[in-house]
């Protein structure tokens, strides 16, 4: 059963950087998207950057040229520089593959919260 475990959350003024990592463990496909989702109360979850095993990454246009998205083998990181208040939610660690049909297996979430 494949689990993934998120670190890095937290209470940030706007301008601060932030990094979120996450660990994916169990059988894995090797070829697969990691990536990160956010979605605050009342809102729809936006898909916030994605990167492919190959090492293709894709980013929602509200965070690129802030945010970067990197992987080592399953683990995935989301640097966030220049958080702005807009950046408050929750955020998911995905693991996407194939396997007859699309499995997809998510994090527990963690909070950010962008406030002065």
């Known amino acids: 059963q494949e689990q993934l475990v998120e670190s890095g959350g937290g209470l940030v003024q706007p301008g601060v950087s932030l990094r979120l990592s996450c660990a994916a463990s169990g059988s894995i496909f090797s070829v697969n998207t990691m990536g990160w989702y956010r979605q605050a109360p009342g809102k729809e979850r936006e898909q916030v950057a994605s990167i492919l095993s190959g090492g293709g990454t894709s980013y929602a246009d509200s965070v690129k040229g802030r945010f970067t998205i990197s992987r080592a083998m399953n683990t995935v990181d989301l640097q966030m520089n220049s958080l702005q208040p807009e950046d408050t939610d929750v955020y998911y660690c995905?693991?996407?593959?194939?396997?007859?049909?699309?499995?997809?297996?998510w994090g527990q979430g963690t909070q950010v919260t962008v406030s002065s």
């Open positions: 995905y693991l996407r593959f194939w396997d007859s049909t699309v499995v997809t297996y």
